[in-house]
């Protein structure tokens, strides 16, 4: 364990992997605390590469386990817990606390809406704890209940937990775009929530997915599509292969023509990640940028003409 900072206003956790992108998203009042785990001063705030956020962590002195038990029950029913050390001992505070579900989701199952704390111990006699985190989800990772049949890549995975996070998703008779749709995992979620899906990809469909009822595909490019030529739709999603700033540029025509309610656009980033476009993205009114549990080098960015929920 590191030395710990007197007053934490926000503790995040790090997508593994990504410690120097959620280092330089936080800027210079962040501090490690443990492995995984950056402090700040500032209070909590939405941020990319973050895989859970403890949103008020209380620093919180304890003379026993039941203590800690106590403590804990009073400010919250349902806790995850971590452990850098002292793992007997945050067992023995866990097990005494209910169960929390790690069961997987079947989509479009809800995200739970009760909330997670989730609580360390920085000492034996000292407990960090925050009842109320960004992720329902323990450890902020959605699972699902896979379908290893129909869909024909996992990509599926990222649009499910997309939309499961964003606690909305296209319904029967709504309209959506799939930009860069090829093979058709996308493609499949949406028409399988009965949505009548136009598919564009230079590179052709899986036959199944492009022989559904609702599914149109066009082979073309999807930079060279028009908005006025397609008119108001629903959602525009979007995993096109290519550099963020030309993703960029797509998304702000899009934006300015109003014709969209909602959007679900991966950014991918290749090699070094390109700071400067991430913040771009971070910047747009109205959206959030995450990095999904299902997401590689890549963040995906939701926009909607409707209230977000504060954290995805
Ligand atoms: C990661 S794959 C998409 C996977 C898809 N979402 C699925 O669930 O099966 C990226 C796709 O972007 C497509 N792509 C790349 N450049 C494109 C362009 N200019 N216009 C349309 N599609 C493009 C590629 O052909 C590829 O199929």
């Known amino acids: 364990m590191t030395q710990h900072p007197q007053h934490i206003g926000a503790i995040y956790s790090v997508v593994p992997g990504f410690e120097a992108e959620l ?29 859970n956020i403890w949103l008020k962590p209380e620093i919180i002195p304890i003379a026993s386990i039941g203590q800690a038990v106590k403590e804990l029950k009073a400010r919250g029913r349902n806790w995850a817990s971590l452990s850098y050390h002292l793992h007997r001992r945050t067992r023995l505070i866990q097990d005494q606390l209910p169960k929390v579900s790690a069961k997987p989701l079947v989509f479009p199952t809800p995200a739970p809406t009760a909330p997670l704390g989730v609580f360390m111990l920085l000492e034996a006699g000292t407990l960090l ?27 599926y995975l990222k649009l499910w937990e997309a939309l499961t996070r964003l606690r909305r998703h296209p319904q029967p008779g709504e309209t959506c775009l799939d930009l860069g749709a090829s093979p058709g995992g996308w493609t499949w ?24 009822p609702n599914v149109i595909c066009r082979q073309e490019s999807a930079f060279a599509l028009d908005p006025a030529s397609i008119g108001s739709i629903d959602w525009l999603c979007s995993d ?25 656009i991966t950014v991918k980033l290749q090699g070094e990640t390109d700071h400067a476009a991430v913040a771009r993205f971070a910047a ?15 963040l995906t960015w939701v926009s909607s003409q409707e209230a977000l929920p504060e954290y995805l």
């Open 23 to 51: 280092a330089y998203e936080l800027g210079a009042d962040s501090a490690l605390l443990a492995e995984g785990l950056l402090a700040t001063q500032a209070p909590a705030r939405p941020v990319a590469w973050a895989q």
């Open 129 to 155: 704890a925050s009842a109320r985190t960004s992720s329902p989800f323990v450890g902020g990772e959605p699972r699902f209940v896979e379908n290893r049949e129909a869909p024909p890549n996992r990509a």
């Open 189 to 212: 979620v949406l028409a399988g929530l009965g949505a009548q899906v136009v598919a564009i990809d230079k590179a052709p469909l899986d036959p199944k997915i492009a022989a559904l």
């Open 240 to 264: 096109v292969i290519c550099y963020p700033d030309k993703l960029f540029e797509m998304v702000e025509r899009w934006r300015a023509s109003r014709l969209v309610k909602n959007f679900v």
């Open 284 to 298: 747009l009114p109205d959206s959030r940028l995450v990095h999904l549990h299902h997401n590689k080098h890549e």
